[in-house]
């Protein structure tokens, strides 16, 4: 059987163009069982058990690709609904993970965080997109959790600094003068969304965030 089985593989490969190492589909497979059976010795047969083996073989194989056919449809049907989704979030405010903060044209910019203990007092350092210190906001005493401090768009010398995407820092202290953690947070409205490829994005502003970023929506 070991020779009806390589003289049967070197026939399916002159005549169907497959080169070793390449992956069977099914009609490969089936090729391969009838060139085997026409190729056998008339005075050795194949036994019964092995040409059931080789049909069950076949049957396994048409259904893992069934299967596989049903994944990558249940995979597009995901990713459409992924992006339906992301452009329901237009014009509706977004909280997502991150220290980036765009100044408004007018008025002033609310720098959002939350504080793991109460804070005696803190400062906010605004930073632009090199690393240089643009502006250190202080503020007072702030009680655990979700908090605010307005950034009014200047610089430390009264300037207003350039449109665009900034980020910030939260340095805060208890009564004590001991560190308290703080976790930055960035909110906006989201003003477009980039279905294009596998993973959506929004923006908001001019900043473009990825939308697994987004921790709540309001």
């Given at each position: 059987?070991?020779?009806?089985?390589?003289?049967?593989?070197?026939?399916?490969?002159?005549?169907?163009?497959?080169?070793?190492?390449?992956?069977?589909?099914?009609?490969?497979?089936?090729?391969?069982?009838?060139?085997?059976?026409?190729?056998?010795?008339?005075?050795?047969?194949?036994?019964?058990?092995?040409?059931?083996?080789?049909?069950?073989?076949?049957?396994?194989?048409?259904?893992?690709?069934?299967?596989?056919?049903?994944?990558?449809?249940?995979?597009?049907?995901?990713?459409?609904?992924?992006?339906?989704?992301?452009?329901?979030?237009?014009?509706?405010?977004?909280?997502?993970?991150?220290?980036?903060?765009?100044?408004?044209?007018?008025?002033?910019?609310p720098v959002y965080f939350r504080l793991e203990s109460n804070?005696?007092?803190?400062?906010?350092?605004?930073?632009?997109?090199?690393?240089?210190?643009?502006?250190?906001?202080?503020?007072?005493?702030?009680?655990?959790?979700?908090?605010?401090?307005?950034?009014?768009?200047k610089d430390n010398l009264g300037r207003?600094?350039?449109?665009?995407?900034?980020?910030?820092?939260?340095?805060?202290?208890?009564?004590?003068?001991?560190?308290?953690?703080?976790?930055?947070?960035?909110?906006?409205?989201?003003?477009?969304?980039?279905?294009?490829?596998?993973?959506?994005?929004?923006?908001?502003?001019?900043?473009?965030?990825?939308?697994?970023?987004?921790?709540?929506?309001?």
């Open positions: 059987m070991e020779i009806q089985n390589i003289s049967a593989t070197n026939s399916l490969q002159g005549t169907s163009g497959l080169a070793p190492n390449k992956e069977v589909t099914k009609e490969a497979f089936l090729k391969l069982l009838i060139t085997q059976l026409q190729n056998q010795d008339p005075l050795n047969p194949m036994e019964n058990y092995e040409f059931t083996a080789q049909l069950a073989t076949f049957n396994i194989l048409d259904q893992l690709i069934a299967m596989n056919g049903r994944l990558d449809s249940m995979q597009s049907q995901q990713a459409a609904a992924s992006q339906i989704g992301a452009v329901s979030l237009i014009g509706k405010e977004v909280i997502v993970d991150g220290n980036r903060v765009i100044p408004r044209e007018a008025g002033s910019t804070a005696a007092r803190g400062t906010v350092q605004i930073k632009d997109s090199s690393g240089a210190l643009m502006r250190s906001v202080e503020f007072g005493s702030q009680s655990a959790g979700e908090q605010k401090v307005l950034w009014d768009g207003s600094v350039p449109p665009g995407v900034y980020t910030y820092e939260i340095n805060a202290l208890d009564s004590r003068g001991n560190q308290i953690r703080a976790k930055t947070e960035t909110r906006g409205i989201v003003s477009s969304v980039n279905v294009a490829g596998n993973h959506p994005t929004i923006n908001i502003g001019s900043l473009e965030v990825p939308l697994s970023d987004i921790m709540s929506v309001r």
